[in-house]
């Protein structure tokens, strides 16, 4: 299955009666980019869903952007969450989070940048951004 499809049905599965989960999706970011790249771009989107949910779980709306300028591709994940909101250490996974994704991310000559969204003051955003 396309990576881009796959992000689709991740971010269709992720939303619930009270979490909205829109894609934006740039025609141009097609399934023409390096597989690497998809597969980085997936992985950041999920991990980026699954912070939100162990973190934010007060999020009402979560927006995915994923754009190609013709030099490289961004992926953008942000929420309106407030944060605070905590699983109990117990049914956090055993992963290495947003460290192993920056890894994963620079290992291609990208960068990665994660922290409080624009705007209102509360919300975060995960901004990957993979050279093509």
């Known amino acids: ?9 991740l971010t269709a599965g992720f939303a619930s009666p009270g979490q909205k989960v829109t894609l934006h999706r740039d025609p141009a970011a ?4 390096p597989h690497e790249v998809q597969a980085a771009a997936f992985r950041v989107v999920q991990e980026a869903l699954t912070n939100v949910r ?5 999020a009402t709306e ?5 754009e190609h ?3 490289g591709l961004s992926v953008t994940v942000s929420d309106d969450g ?7 250490a117990a049914a956090h996974g055993g992963g290495f989070g947003l460290v192993g994704l920056r890894e994963r991310v620079t290992a291609l000559g990208g960068e990665l940048r994660t922290g409080p969204g624009p705007g209102a003051g509360h919300g ?3 901004r ?3 050279p093509c």
């Open 62 to 66: 979560v927006t995915v952007v994923l």
């Open 69 to 71: 300028d013709g030099s």
């Open 1 to 9: 299955m396309p990576p881009r499809r796959r992000i689709a049905e």
């Open 30 to 33: 097609s399934d023409d980019l």
């Open 124 to 126: 975060w955003e995960v």
């Open 128 to 130: 990957a951004r993979f």
């Open 82 to 88: 407030r944060g605070g909101s905590r699983l109990p």
């Open 54 to 58: 162990r973190h934010a779980a007060d």
